[in-house]
């Protein structure tokens, strides 16, 4: 009886077991997403640092160039940590490079303009708006058949860059559904972290649809 009393309570554990194991990985997955996010958000801003340090006038060309930092005097002003070099939802960890044109922003810009009210946010600066007038004169002058083209096309896969590239942002390699929002989007390989059209926003993250952004203090 003894046995038999040991094992029904085996059965309940187990069955309770898997009743949670969903909402563990779901939190588990969340979890990740927030790492990759924050970390993501810290090489956009050493990204914005890297071009106004330079006065626009070069993009990194690979994430060892942004954590050997900037030149300050006889030594180096770190502008990027370690371990936010590394993406955890990549397999390898790496981040994929983002390069300054159309093909690469235009659909994160769209996803942007579209989540702000259909208002596209200024730079930061206009150093860096050299990088984004193609984007924003492409967005212009799109058509409705242009941008359902644009988002399938996005949808089929990406170039990927992830050293010796000119960049002005970054993204993961995954192209799992996400359980995040990021500026309204739920994908993870279209979150692309990048410091334009940000204004004076920060990130975006909710874990459900759209609504417009809060600006932080």
Same mark, same amino acid.
């Given at each position: 009886?003894?046995?038999?009393? /040991?094992m029904a309570v085996m059965v309940v554990f187990a069955i309770g077991l898997l009743a949670v194991a969903p909402s563990i990985h779901q939190q588990i997955q969340r979890e990740k997403e927030l790492e990759s996010i924050?970390?993501?958000?810290? /090489?956009?801003? %050493?990204?914005?640092?890297?071009?106004?340090?330079?006065? !626009?006038?070069?993009?990194?060309? =690979?994430? @060892?160039? *942004? *954590?050997e930092g900037l030149p +300050?005097?006889?030594?180096?002003? +770190?502008?990027?940590?370690? =371990? %936010?070099?590394i993406d955890p939802l990549s397999e390898d960890g790496?981040?994929? *490079?983002?390069?300054?044109?159309?093909? =690469?922003?235009g659909p994160f810009a769209r996803r /942007?303009?579209?989540?702000?009210? !259909? /208002? *596209?946010p200024p730079n930061p600066s206009n150093i860096f708006d050299r990088y984004a007038i193609v984007v924003v004169r492409s967005?212009?002058?799109?058509?409705?058949? @242009?941008?359902? !083209?644009? @988002?399938?096309?996005?949808?089929? !896969?990406?170039?990927m860059f992830t050293d010796n590239t000119p960049f002005i942002g970054v993204a993961s390699q995954s192209k799992s559904k996400s359980i995040l929002a990021y500026y309204?989007?739920?994908?993870? =390989?279209?979150w692309v972290f990048t410091p334009l059209f940000r204004g004076t926003s920060g990130a975006s993250i909710i874990p459900g649809r759209q609504r417009p952004p809060t600006n932080r203090p």
């Open positions: 009886m003894t046995l038999f009393a /040991v924050r970390r993501g958000e810290e /090489v956009a801003q %050493a990204i914005r640092q890297f071009v106004e340090f330079y006065r !626009g006038a070069r993009l990194p060309t =690979s994430i @060892d160039e *942004l *954590l +300050q005097g006889t030594k180096k002003r +770190q502008i990027l940590r370690a =371990s %936010a070099a790496r981040w994929r *490079l983002i390069k300054a044109d159309v093909t =690469s922003l /942007v303009q579209n989540y702000n009210g !259909g /208002v *596209l967005l212009n002058t799109e058509t409705e058949s @242009d941008i359902e !083209g644009e @988002d399938e096309e996005a949808d089929d !896969g990406f170039d309204g989007i739920e994908n993870h =390989s279209k």
